[in-house]
């Protein structure tokens, strides 16, 4: 079945950085577009970043933007991302998510699609 496990989260201060993996199996990794997903204490799901199946269109919500780095490795069915000047607002518990193709960023619900793990929290304060 698909299993999709998430690592790297923490705490770190302000204008820190932390790189989250995401270890997949049970499924095609190659051909899914993918995404991670954030819920913030008290707020809803908020799709941050998604991923073409072959890495070469990587998008982003505009609150991540210039900050956040996703990847991917099809050799080795792992998502990543790359956070980098972290703000206190990115405190969440992050989702790796395999969903449909170019899903719209911002608030939502899961699909019936779509598949996510059990989340990594990353905090982020002084």
């Known amino acids: 079945q698909v299993q999709l496990v998430e690592s790297g989260g923490g705490l770190v201060q302000p204008g820190g950085s932390l790189r989250l993996s995401c270890a997949a199996s049970?499924?095609?990794?190659?051909?899914?577009?993918l995404y991670w997903v954030r819920q913030a204490p008290g707020k809803g799901l908020e799709w941050v970043s998604g991923i073409s199946p072959g890495g070469f269109i990587p998008y982003y919500t505009d609150s991540v933007e210039d900050r956040f780095a996703i990847s991917r490795d099809n050799a080795k069915n792992s998502l990543y991302l790359q956070m980098n000047s972290l703000k206190p607002e990115d405190t969440a518990l992050y989702y790796c998510a395999r969903g449909p193709p170019r899903r719209g960023l911002g608030y939502g619900s899961w699909q019936e699609d779509d598949y996510w793990g059990q989340g990594t929290q990353v905090t982020v304060s002084s």
């Open positions: 049970g499924f095609a990794f190659s051909s899914y577009w």
